[in-house]
């Protein structure tokens, strides 16, 4: 199968091409806003113009709208053309909250669920590390049998061994809990964040139901677009339509 990663936008223009919303949403990495000196946004923008949008982007952090997760996200909002030559107002994003929940507000009485464990190896290294630290906490030469050559690339590799504290936000919530370069480690127990765990730093309501296997689900929770954050922005998509038609 051919990798489509990076040209998805094509087919999503074709959507809109067809369908003709009044608005869209499309959210990507931050990474996007500077990939190729911003020349791959721009074609991007020209894209979604072509197919008959006004287009407006922003970066927003999940943690400034009621997620307890530092999650940088790129959120592109589309207005059709003909609502926008004709606007009595401008699309405003949403605007950040002063309640900023750290891990200890997102996982209180959070309910059982499956997860994944660490090998042996990977457990006797995570167990040296304090809540919210990382590979620095380790003696020497663990960390460089750990990281083998990331130890002496550049970098701060603050991913690498990372055990998260509970007085502070959760890290981006990933589709695999326990990759070696962006280790999300549990604060008091040596393991990766369950399945419900990984939901709830997302925002997502306990009866949510996740379906597949547990590297399934945890691949579903790693994609979404926190839940918080999404009602927000949708909320600020739905105050500009009221307004405008």
């Not at 003909?82 to 996982?107: C, G, H, V």
């Not at 003696?139 to 590799?157: I, L």
């Not at 809990?177 to 939901?199: F, G, N, Y």
């Amino acid at each position: 199968m051919a990798d489509t990663r990076g040209t998805l936008f094509n087919d999503f223009a074709l959507i809109l091409k067809d369908l003709k919303p009044k608005m869209f949403l499309a959210e990507n990495v931050k990474g996007l806003v500077s990939h190729d000196e911003g020349k791959t946004l721009k074609v991007m923008i020209n894209v979604f113009e072509e197919s008959g949008y006004k287009v407006e982007y922003k970066v927003l952090n999940s943690l400034d709208f009621g997620v307890a997760q530092k999650r940088q996200r790129i959120m592109i909002v589309g207005i059709r053309n003909d609502i926008y030559k004709k606007r009595k107002s401008d699309f405003s994003f949403p605007t950040e909250l002063e309640y900023k929940p750290n891990l200890k507000d997102a996982l209180k009485n959070v309910p059982e669920s499956k997860g994944t464990k660490y090998s042996e190896a990977k457990f006797k290294v995570l167990d040296l590390v304090k809540p919210g630290g990382c590979w620095r906490d380790l003696p020497e030469q663990v960390a460089k049998d750990y990281m083998k050559a990331s130890y002496f690339s550049g970098g701060g590799k603050t991913g690498m061994a990372r055990r998260l504290s509970w007085e502070e936000p959760g890290l981006t919530i990933l589709c695999s809990p326990s990759q070696k370069q962006t280790e999300r480690c549990h604060p008091d127990e040596t393991r990766p964040l369950t399945i419900r765990e990984s939901a709830r730093i997302q925002s997502f309501p306990d009866n949510w139901e996740f379906i597949g296997s547990v590297t399934e689900q945890y691949k579903q929770i790693g994609n979404a677009v926190p839940v918080e954050l999404a009602f927000h922005i949708g909320s600020a998509i739905k105050d500009f339509l009221i307004k405008n038609t």
